[in-house]
């Protein structure tokens, strides 16, 4: 039996067979290879848009705690301006909330990198 497996081995269908595994194995790597990098680039892309939009977004979160701040100090401080301090402030909201409208949280990797 040991005989057998060794001349089939040895013969030109099992060198045949061998180098078409090896072709299909290296395909398979290859497609596998492409499909993990389009992945990983596109877990990247999101990376970086996420990051944008939540600075982004930071900042009108800023511009809001700063208007809000400013607008209860005008009131205590000075209440016969709190009218307009409380215009001030609702254009600081509006700033704030058009710069979120203009950095919308991306989708997530489970729908982009499909």
């Excluded at 040991?2 to 040895?10: E, Q």
């Excluded at 809001?64 to 909201?93: C, K, M, S, W």
């Excluded at 991306?106 to 499909?114: Q, V």
Aim: overall charge positive; hydrophobic content about 40%.
């Amino acid at each position: 039996m040991i005989g057998g497996a060794k001349r089939w081995l040895d013969s030109r269908g099992a060198d045949r067979a061998g180098k078409v595994l090896a072709v299909v194995a290296m395909t398979l790597s290859l497609v596998l290879g492409y499909a993990v990098y389009r992945q990983t680039r596109c877990q990247a892309d999101y990376a970086a848009a996420s990051n944008a939009s939540t600075r982004a977004r930071a900042e009108a979160a800023e511009t809001d705690r700063t208007a809000q701040d400013t607008l209860f100090r005008a009131i205590a401080d000075h209440p016969r301006e709190a009218i307009a301090a409380v215009r001030q402030y609702n254009g600081a909201r509006a700033q704030a909330d058009a710069q979120r409208a203009r950095n919308p949280i991306p989708p997530p990797p489970s729908t982009a990198c499909g």
